[in-house]
């Protein structure tokens, strides 16, 4: 498995077999992670507030969204009606929330945190 392919799969970086969430993307408890890999016992939190990192990642995608958008919604919809406009602008990141959310963390953990994939596992 790639590395993209486990990214896209939120597969653990170590292994790239075990899992990093419980639950699925759509499901209510969508943010329960394991606490450590299921597969290799790797601990995914490797300090205390690792994960608030992943806020760094979550924010570059909320402006990429908003400005896709937004970008999106003053060709189509103009400056006639701000509402709709804002409305239109706002949505993708309340729609797209839990996928912000994990990926944004899963991110973190492969490109941005020391764990390295070992091949061997
Ligand atoms: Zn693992």
């Known amino acids: 498995m790639t590395k993209i392919s486990a990214g896209i799969n939120e597969k653990c970086p170590r292994c790239r077999k075990g899992d990093i969430y419980k639950n699925s993307i759509f499901s209510w408890k969508y943010a329960a992670m394991h606490e450590r890999c299921p597969y290799c016992n790797q601990k995914y939190e490797i300090e205390p507030g690792f994960f608030y990192a992943a806020m760094y990642v979550s924010y570059a995608f909320t402006v ?58």
């Open 64 to 121: 990429a969204e908003l400005v896709i958008a937004g970008i999106a919604a003053f060709y189509t919809v103009g400056e006639s009606n701000l509402w709709l406009l804002m409305a239109i602008t706002i949505s993708p990141v309340i729609l797209l929330m839990t996928i912000n959310f994990r990926y944004s963390r899963t991110i973190l953990l492969h490109y941005l945190s020391p764990i390295k994939y070992q091949k061997d596992l």
